[in-house]
């Protein structure tokens, strides 16, 4: 009878871990996703950065992780600390900003220039919005 339970056990745990190994390696090689492949919602940097100071939870539901369309001047471009390239976007308001973090390093945008770009939000700091794997569209 105890022989007969143990192989019981033994057959579960190597169908689960069977299992659990086939769904791993399915989701490790899962294709990543592009902003391109996505149709973005359109929104202005004052539009943006206006949801998250007046009420940051309720623009996290609505805007946290998905893809956006946002039009701005750029105010300032710098690289971040992976050697990539940020633009730092404004609207009407000069304290409403979106702070992008372009996938490509090689993008040109410069001071002063009227921009589109679509990104992934990925909420808010004292900076401003934060938008991930951006490209500018054109």
């Known amino acids: 009878?105890?022989?007969k339970n143990w192989k019981i056990i033994?057959?579960?745990v190597v169908v689960i871990a069977i299992i659990g190994g086939v769904v791993g390696y399915m989701?490790?090689?899962?294709?990543h996703r592009k902003?391109?492949?996505i149709k973005g919602e359109e929104v202005t940097v004052t539009e943006l950065a206006g949801a998250f100071a007046a009420d940051e939870a309720k623009a996290n539901e609505k805007y946290l992780?998905?893809?956006l369309t946002v039009k701005g001047t750029v105010t300032e471009t710098q690289q971040n600390q992976d050697g990539g390239l940020m633009i730092v976007l404004a609207g009407d308001d000069p304290m409403a900003t979106v702070q992008c973090t372009m996938r490509d390093k090689d993008v040109k945008a410069g001071t002063g220039e009227a921009v589109t770009v679509k990104g992934f939000c990925t909420g808010s700091s004292l900076f401003g919005v934060l938008l991930s794997d951006c490209v500018i569209v054109k």
């Open 65 to 67: 992780n998905k893809a």
């Open 27 to 31: 989701m490790w090689n899962m294709p």
């Open 10 to 12: 033994f057959t579960v």
């Open 1 to 3: 009878m105890l022989m």
């Open 35 to 37: 902003v391109e492949d």
